[in-house]
């Protein structure tokens, strides 16, 4: 099949994918763009964190902060690094108060010196992480997940399938024109197509990063066959477990050695045993500021050095990875890309719009122009003629 058959088809496909998945692409597209400001949505939201303080952050003083005023949670902590005089933020992972829930980390916001609890919440309990929960599992768990991945396989289709039926044979500025006196269908479809075709570049940047992040072990099994495996992350342990444990600004200190071009954004802190500190680091080139690539692992009780990852010998495939986030969220081109992350998530509701306006009014055209069925009229000889009128034997 080709040519004008094609185009039909193609047409009926991408008209029944859009009105069946219009939908929920509005909703992933809305969710996510509020999720592109994320972190200061949040602050807005819930002021006691919005502090400023010229204090350094003194990071032994956090974790004992943590500590006392939780002390049965004594598993690992990861401390952010947000730069000086902002609140310090803090999660517990797998706490019992969430205990069955798939991801419900205990969140909590320190001062900036590290002094005192400004905020405790749990993840999935407040505006912003129902929103990610939502956006990225549909409140579903893994299973919902899932249906966001595969789900994305068809919104990427169904872009591609637009941009098919669109694609001029011959005359672009005809396909590219926008008729403002033209009837109300033709102007619905002008304003479709213009905002497709505005959108179309980021959403399927958006749509494809989307699905690989929804599906990470579908992805790196395809990635593996194209540009080879993903490396795989190192499990190194602390090997001495005599003595008390290092401090944790030494372990930030050592891992700046190991890395000195790095940024730390991360400390996860070990609860004992064979556990080591993990030190997240961005090093240039990194595309992620909040959640770069780069890690150094740190005995905790003699303070060697046990494994560094460093983002600029990682392979193709891990590379590819490390770049889905951050364009995801648009923060791998700084606050131009992430305000046009979050303009191209309001681009599914006009499209979905009016499509879905577009269609109505068409069968509603094509029903109001159906031939009327006749009516059964019983005729008598009288309606047949005129002359039996006067005739004499008529009743």
């Known amino acids: 099949m080709s040519g004008s058959p094609m185009r039909s088809l193609i047409r009926q496909t991408h008209m029944w994918l859009g009105l069946s998945l219009g939908g929920l692409f509005v909703l992933l597209g809305l969710t996510g763009s509020i999720l592109v400001f994320y972190t200061e949505i949040d602050a807005i939201l819930n002021p006691e964190i919005r502090i400023e303080s010229s204090a350094e952050p003194d990071w032994d003083l ?11 949670k004594a598993g690992p902590w990861r401390f952010e690094v947000p730069g000086r005089g902002k609140a310090i933020p803090a999660r517990y992972y797998d706490p019992p108060e969430t205990a069955g829930r798939a991801f419900a980390p205990m969140m909590v916001w320190l001062s900036p010196d ?25 409140l579903l768990g893994e299973f919902g997940g899932k249906i966001v991945g595969y789900t994305g396989l068809l919104l990427f289709f169904l872009l591609l399938s637009g941009l098919w ?13 926008y008729k403002v006196k033209a009837a109300p269908l033709r102007q619905l ?5 213009l905002a497709g075709l505005v959108g179309v570049p980021l ?31 190192p499990q190194p342990v602390s090997q001495n477990w005599q003595g008390a444990p290092i401090s944790v600004s030494t372990a930030m200190l050592r891992a700046r050695t190991a890395l000195p071009a790095g940024r730390i954004a991360w ?4 609860s004992g045993g064979d556990g ?12 992620s500021l909040r959640f770069p690539h780069s890690f150094v692992w740190i005995d905790q009780y003699d303070g060697r050095v046990l494994a560094i990852v460093d983002a ?4 193709v495939s891990t590379t590819i990875n490390n770049w889905l986030h951050p364009l995801h969220d648009g923060s791998a081109g700084g606050l131009a890309l992430r305000i046009l992350a979050a303009i191209a998530g309001l681009i599914p509701l006009i499209l979905f719009w009016t499509g879905l306006v577009r269609w109505r009014l068409r069968r509603t055209r094509a029903t109001s122009q159906r031939p009327k069925p006749s009516r059964s009229i019983a005729f008598t000889t009288s309606a047949i003629s005129p002359t039996a009128r006067s005739s004499p034997n008529t009743p």
Do not use: C, N
């Open 62 to 72: 956090a974790l004992q902060t943590v500590r006392i005023a939780y002390p049965d």
């Open 114 to 138: 590290g002094s005192r609890v400004l905020r405790r919440d749990y993840w999935g309990d407040y505006a912003m992480t129902f929103v990610y929960d939502l956006h990225y599992r549909l």
């Open 165 to 177: 039926a669109w694609w001029p044979r011959s005359d672009w500025h005809k396909a590219l024109r």
């Open 189 to 193: 479809r002008d304003q479709h197509k």
């Open 203 to 233: 959403l399927l940047m958006l749509v494809v990063t989307g699905v690989m992040l929804a599906l990470p072990d579908e992805s790196d099994a395809v990635l593996g066959t194209i540009s080879g495996p993903v490396d795989a992350a």
């Open 267 to 270: 400390v996860e802190v070990p």
């Open 276 to 287: 080591a500190f993990r030190i997240r680091m961005q090093i240039p080139g990194d595309p």
């Open 312 to 315: 600029r010998r990682a392979g």
